[in-house]
């Protein structure tokens, strides 16, 4: 959520785009077309068939190529925010709930395992806010520590204090947001050239080892990307915590804002959240702490992502 707004004022736009966006889609796209031709036909003849085509003909080939990478790369850059937040966890629907749950029950058994001193940094202190998965967690324990800490909603917040932030703090977010999404646009790219090139190759019948081959080492590529994230979140949310520390009485004194801080942040958020008066007497906090979770499995999803991975690899093999 806070790396909405992130993303959106940056001012490495086109370097971002370059590098997070379009030259991992080229690469997958080259991947996977080599893929097609080396089942299809001999790779040798085709290249020799290439350059033997006409001038004009090979760079309207290779512009029209191009184009369709720039788009898919554009579509790619343009849900980025949508990515992180799968990656997170955040899956709609009743299916998605039904899917992420075992994983958030696998997760507070271990933040309870932790305690919190060790589990600070990789866990929000409330329970019902713990995550399916360790990059949610990680981004998660960071927006909850404003409310912790001073009682400010930090998705409200956020928006308005970003622009009040010096260069060094945003360049340092922006850096940071950018190699999030870049580990997790490279993820999601090889777990599509996983499937896209592992149901080809059964399509086709090739064999058993290059499938095997280019399906298990998507999927490996995936999940080595995905935690290369994780260390960039924690830079993030360290970044994210210390913005809140040092400039939010900037924030309350832009809004011209005055009285004990924790008190004005709770008039701000029912300000923000239900356009109540600021000096309007506070409203209660609701005391129900939501329906109990029922009881059941809990794993970790990434334990059941590999599992699934490996049968489905074995499993295919053995069904040729």
């Known amino acids: 959520m806070l790396g909405a707004v992130v993303g959106e004022t940056s001012g490495l736009f086109d370097r971002r785009f370059l590098l997070n966006a379009l030259l991992p889609v080229l690469i997958t796209l080259s991947l996977l077309a080599a893929v097609v031709i080396g089942t299809l036909t001999d790779p040798g003849r085709m290249l020799r068939e290439w350059n033997g085509l006409d001038a004009t003909v090979r760079v309207l080939a290779g512009t029209g190529m191009v184009i369709v990478a720039v788009v898919i790369a554009a579509v790619v850059s343009g849900r980025a925010q949508s990515l992180v937040r799968c990656y997170e966890g955040l899956w709609p629907g009743r299916l998605g709930r039904a899917v992420t749950l075992p994983g958030r029950r696998w997760h507070r058994r271990r933040a309870r395992r932790l305690g919190f001193d060790r589990a600070a940094a990789d866990y929000p202190p409330d329970a019902r806010d713990i995550m399916p998965t360790r990059l949610g967690n990680i ?24 622009p009040l932030l010096p260069d060094g703090l945003t360049a340092t977010l922006t850096a940071a947001r950018a190699e999030i999404e870049f580990h997790l646009t490279i993820s999601a790219l090889a777990a599509f050239f996983a499937a896209g090139a592992g149901g080809w190759l059964v399509a086709v019948d090739a064999p058993a080892w290059l499938f095997l081959t280019c399906y298990w080492a998507g999927a490996a590529t995936a999940w080595l990307t995905y935690r290369g994230a994780l260390a960039p979140a924690r830079s993030y949310g360290e970044q994210v915590r210390v913005a809140f520390d040092l400039y939010r009485r900037e924030l309350l004194t832009h809004l011209g804002v005055e009285g004990a801080e924790r008190e004005q942040w709770a008039r701000l958020n029912q300000f923000w959240y239900r356009n109540v008066p600021l000096d309007a007497p506070l409203l209660p906090e609701p005391d129900d702490d939501g329906p109990e979770e029922p009881s059941g499995p809990a794993v970790s999803l990434q334990l059941l992502t590999w599992t699934l991975i490996v049968s489905s690899g074995l499993l295919a093999v053995w069904l040729r």
């Open 139 to 162: 981004l998660r324990a960071c927006e909850s520590y404003p409310y912790e800490r001073y009682g400010l909603d930090a998705v409200l917040t956020w928006p308005r204090l970003f």
